[in-house]
């Protein structure tokens, strides 16, 4: 038997997009700091690589909007017409950064959607 609420909507769908779009901003918030982190290490003083980075969550979507220079500093080589392809100093301040985060975001999914976190869900739905 499946819980309505007063919408007609079913509570446990409800409970699990609460659940995933919490999760999606945790993850936002450890990803933008681990960046951070590693930018600073790494020498980036210019304040358009940290302001210019956004995340955005929307139900069970996250997007990243970003400058093209944060991919091109992640890069390991690149071509150039004169002299080919070069290998240059690499920064792993993106794809490092993100599939890490998305493996750990999978298995917050898969395994932290637990009968406790349902009912701490409920009550701040009641609230």
Do not use: C
């Not at 936002?28 to 358009?48: E, N, P, V, Y």
């Not at 093209?68 to 100093?89: A, E, L, W, Y």
């Amino acid at each position: 038997m499946k819980t309505l609420d007063r919408r007609g909507e079913n509570t446990e769908a409800i409970l699990k997009g609460r659940f995933v779009e919490e999760q999606l901003r945790e993850e936002a918030t450890d990803i933008k700091a681990a960046q951070t982190s590693l930018m600073s290490r790494r020498g980036f003083r210019s304040a358009d690589w940290y302001d210019k980075r956004t995340f955005t969550i929307s139900g069970n979507q996250m997007d990243y909007d970003h400058m093209p220079r944060h991919r091109f500093v992640d890069m390991k080589t690149r071509n150039t017409k004169s002299q080919g392809k070069i290998r240059k100093k690499s920064h792993p301040n993106h794809n490092r950064i993100f599939y890490g985060h998305a493996n750990n975001l999978i298995k917050r999914l898969h395994f932290g959607y637990t009968e406790a976190v349902k009912e701490q869900l409920s009550r701040d739905l009641d609230e």
